[in-house]
């Protein structure tokens, strides 16, 4: 099994459009993605890809997503810095979904969480188990 430490080799565009092909995209285009620390396995947060999105992704090694409120392409961290390096790329076994394993610089969540899942059920209903580590505002005044 490949070890996710070993330095990333970023795939051929040839390959990497061959490979799009097997990527089971919904009716609107997109798939599933699930950002996850690729050392620690901490799930960060899921947001939706498109091919554009899944393939600059792969050849950059920097994540990208597409963005559904505002219908465009959406570089994480672009505007916030809090950006996502990919080290690892895995389709399920339907074609469904991506599990991105990433570098994680900052925090994942728009809400200055290291995680978008911060909230647990609990018995009287949701409870917050992570603070902030940095203010939504801090984060976008760049």
Not at 16 to 23: A, F, I, M
Not at 24 to 34: E, K, M, Q, S
Not at 76 to 100: F, H, I, M, N, P
């Amino acid at each position: 099994m490949k070890s996710v430490r070993q330095e990333t080799v970023r795939p051929t565009v040839e390959a990497v459009d061959r490979e799009l092909e097997r990527v089971a995209f919904d009716a609107n285009g997109l798939v599933c993605g699930i950002a996850q620390q690729h050392d620690s396995g901490e799930v960060l947060m899921v947001a939706w890809l498109n091919r554009d999105a899944l393939r600059e992704t792969l050849l950059t090694g920097q994540v990208c997503y597409w963005s559904r409120s505002r219908q465009s392409l959406w570089r994480k961290g672009e505007t916030s810095g809090q950006v996502q390096k990919l080290v690892e790329a895995r389709l399920d076994c339907d074609g469904d979904a991506v599990l991105l394993l990433v570098d994680q610089t900052g925090v994942a969540c728009h809400t200055g969480r290291r995680s978008c899942f911060y909230r647990q059920f609990g018995p009287n209903g949701l409870e917050t188990i992570s603070d902030p580590l940095v203010t939504p505002e801090a984060l976008y005044s760049h």
